[in-house]
Nanobody
Framework: VQLQASGGGLVQAGGSLRLSCAAS????????MGWFRQAPGKEREFVAA????????YYADSVKGRFTISRDNAKNTVFLQMNKLKPEDTAVYYC????????????????????WGQGTQVTVSS
């Protein structure tokens, strides 16, 4: 599956952004999807994931209660609604797809994901 992330931009602290990730291919609904981010000089880290059906979600503690992941399988798209943004949320955000079994160990591990989007920059000013 090929992925294309969009929706990043510059926003003030406390603001909101909605990221989108469009997937090509007819098997999108068979993949669990994740969002990761990478700040300058730091390793890529897990942000959120959603199961193939959308029935299960999982969040990093740092974004829990502020970010919401969702998907529309009819439109082959996964979303990341980001509210109450903080300067420490500044990073390049990547969407990714995995066919691994839905477990905590798998869904927040980078190597579980076989397909990655190109990334979209999110900058939060203080």
């Amino acid at each position: 599956v090929q992925l294309q992330a969009s929706g990043g931009g510059l926003v003030q602290a406390g603001g909101s952004l909605r990221l989108s990730c469009a997937a090509s291919g007819r098997t999108f609904s068979s993949y669990s999807m994740g969002w990761f981010r990478q700040a300058p000089g730091k390793e890529r880290e897990f942000v959120a994931a959603i199961s193939w059906s959308g029935g299960s979600t999982y969040y990093a503690d740092s974004v829990k209660g502020r970010f919401t992941i969702s998907r529309d399988n009819a439109k082959n798209t996964v979303f990341l609604q980001m509210n109450k943004l903080k300067p420490e949320d500044t990073a390049v955000y990547y969407c990714a797809a995995t066919s691994a079994q839905w477990t905590v160990a798998a869904i927040h591990t980078l190597r579980s994901y076989g397909s990655w989007g190109q990334g979209t920059q999110v900058t939060v000013s203080s």
